[in-house]
């Protein structure tokens, strides 16, 4: 095989097999799926994240959020809603403290929470980070 061959072949495997990284401000587009308990840490973004929230049993649904403690909720808007697996809105909040919290009644099958916002004035990154609290009665 002649070098040019093999140079090509070099640098088609090494395309291939590198890692792909994501641009600054890229958004995973797959839902995230929530459970029961206290999120990871997200980070806040001004585009929409969805994430998906299996439900087994009838009963009443209760997401909130909370953000780190170490970070000020007084310039953290954030806003989120719940829909059906119709894409129905079925509640909704907003809140300039960093906070949301959702109340709602729900039978067995499959919700999405939507959740976006922004850190005002902002210049720390951690100052957009929140989790999310699931619980059911």
Request: no cysteine.
């Amino acid at each position: 095989m002649n070098r040019g061959i093999q140079a090509l072949t070099l640098a088609l495997a090494v395309a291939i097999t590198a890692p792909v990284f994501a641009a600054p401000g890229h958004q995973d587009t797959t839902n995230k799926i929530l459970q029961e308990g206290i999120s990871s840490s997200q980070q806040l973004s001004s585009t929409s994240v969805r994430y998906q929230v299996p439900v087994d049993r009838a009963g009443k649904l209760y997401l909130s959020s909370e953000h780190l403690a170490s970070d000020s909720g007084q310039s953290m808007v954030i806003e989120a809603a719940l829909y059906n697996s119709a894409d129905q809105l079925l509640a909704s909040d907003t809140d300039n403290s960093g906070h949301f919290m959702i109340t709602e009644d729900v039978t067995p099958g499959q919700y999405y929470l939507e959740i976006k916002g922004s850190a005002l004035g902002s210049v720390n990154e951690s100052n957009s980070r929140y989790n999310i609290h699931m619980g059911f009665e």
